[in-house]
């Protein structure tokens, strides 16, 4: 048993992360966002990223910001380290609306991931998509496990609206409010 403190990696969004380190936690903020956390077990050997947008197959320019770019990256980047395609097993997280005043964007993020990990043959194991509560995740990338916590729900405020001003102005004797 190692007894050494875990090591907490933060994953901002269009960033992502690989490692074989057991001392290893990854951590993670969602609101409409995505993260995907993939594992092999056999290997021992995980990664998790974040992004924004769901992104078009004809992107080439590589932003991590949308989801083509960042699950082919975590992908490639974990077979680099010695992950086996066929063992991968993916965790999806995140996908909230967070406005109910704008298009759900986290429901496409969360199709677009589904989608993806279909076409790629990656069995998904576990996913918390949807909903109107943003997450925090916490991924260990050595063993696969991943902890999930719910952070308050939506709070829309009403629109701004002017100060109703007074029509004339108010008399305090050597200052005029207007």
């Known amino acids: 048993m190692n007894n050494s403190s875990p090591r907490v990696v933060n994953i ?4 992502f992360e690989i490692s074989s380190d057991p001392n290893v936690v990854m951590h993670t903020l969602l609101g409409s966002c ?22 078009k197959a004809d992107d080439k320019d590589g932003n991590l910001r949308y989801g083509i770019n960042s699950m082919e990256l975590l992908i490639n980047g974990l077979l680099r380290q010695g992950a086996a395609r066929d063992r991968l097993q993916a965790k999806i997280f995140g996908g909230a609306k967070m406005l109910s005043n704008l298009k759900n964007i986290g429901e496409s993020n969360a199709d677009f991931a589904r989608w993806f990990l279909e076409q790629e043959g990656i069995r998904c194991v576990n996913s918390s998509v949807g909903g109107t509560r943003g997450r925090k995740i916490r991924f260990w990338p050595h063993s696969g496990q991943a902890q999930q916590m719910y952070m308050e729900g939506v709070v829309e405020t009403a629109p701004l609206v002017p100060p109703v001003m007074p029509k004339a102005p108010v008399d ?7």
Do not use: E, Y
Request: glycine share 16%; charged share 10%.
């Open 34 to 55: 995505i993260a995907a956390c993939m594992c092999d077990p056999v290997a021992r050997v995980g990664g998790m990223n974040h992004f924004l947008l769901p992104g």
């Open 12 to 15: 901002l969004q269009g960033q």
């Open 172 to 178: 305090l004797g050597d200052v005029d409010l207007f």
